[in-house]
């Protein structure tokens, strides 16, 4: 069947949202944009007959049932994967960009340093700008593929670093100074998010204590008037 006549099922708008997430899943996409809207729609409808045809209250729990799961595949397959790439580039972005800075120290230019940045670090966001940099091959200008990356990558702060990099390099501005603001900003990030995994310690702590340590101080205590109730 013509994937252009299947595409016009859905709205534009949806289908242009759904294309740009999964687009910002790199490798971790497990459907093209297409094969998920259709997998979504018709597993749906599927589920939909099936719980209607073998239940006594189908007519009730069916489309319940059918919207809870039309939902919950879209979190499992784009939004989570999303949230989990977005964190993983935002922990790799400030050693990436720290690299990339003392290399622009050394006297490189921002292609060159890119380069060298790449070829040191091993992380997901290198590869996306060594994605970038193969463009170069192609005849794409740098600051083109550098602004095209931006669609691939979840991350605003990354993405924000990224413009500010295209800006900088067009209006001839100091890209150091650019680099240092913004490894500074990534620092104090990366110290409000571990403040923020300490505050939630003692909540962790506090319901572990309540469903195991709790409960066992409780038989530990009322174990022999127990026993000696049962006796």
């Known amino acids: 069947m013509n994937r252009g006549f299947i595409k016009k099922i859905y709205r534009k708008k949806d289908y242009e949202k759904i294309n740009e997430k999964i687009e910002s899943l790199g490798d971790d996409a497990v459907f093209d944009t297409l094969t998920f809207c259709n997998l979504r729609l018709f597993s749906s409808i599927v589920l939909f007959l099936f719980i209607m045809y073998t239940t006594k209250l189908g007519y009730i729990t069916a489309p319940f049932l059918t919207i809870v799961y039309y939902y919950l595949f879209y979190y499992i397959f784009i939004t989570r994967p999303v949230k989990k790439r977005t964190e993983k580039l935002d922990f790799e972005a400030l050693h990436f960009f720290e690299i990339l800075t003392l290399t622009l120290e050394s006297g490189k230019n921002l292609e060159q340093a890119i380069k060298i940045t790449c070829d040191n670090v091993n992380s997901?966001?290198?590869?996306?700008?060594?994605r970038a940099l193969f463009e170069l091959n192609f005849g794409k200008p740098l600051m083109e593929a550098l602004d095209g990356m931006r669609k691939r990558i979840p991350s605003e702060t990354i993405n924000n670093i990224i413009l500010n990099?295209?800006?900088?390099?067009?209006?001839?501005?100091?890209?150091?100074?650019?680099?240092?603001?913004?490894?500074?900003?990534l620092r104090e990030k990366q110290i409000l998010r571990i403040k923020g995994q300490i505050n939630k310690i003692p909540n962790k702590v506090s319901i572990v204590s309540v469903i195991f340590i709790v409960p066992l101080i409780l038989v530990l205590i009322l174990g022999p008037y127990l026993i000696e109730f049962i006796g």
């Open 124 to 130: 997901e966001l290198a590869d996306e700008f060594k």
């Open 165 to 185: 990099i295209t800006q900088t390099h067009v209006f001839g501005n100091s890209i150091l100074d650019t680099m240092y603001n913004q490894i500074d900003f």
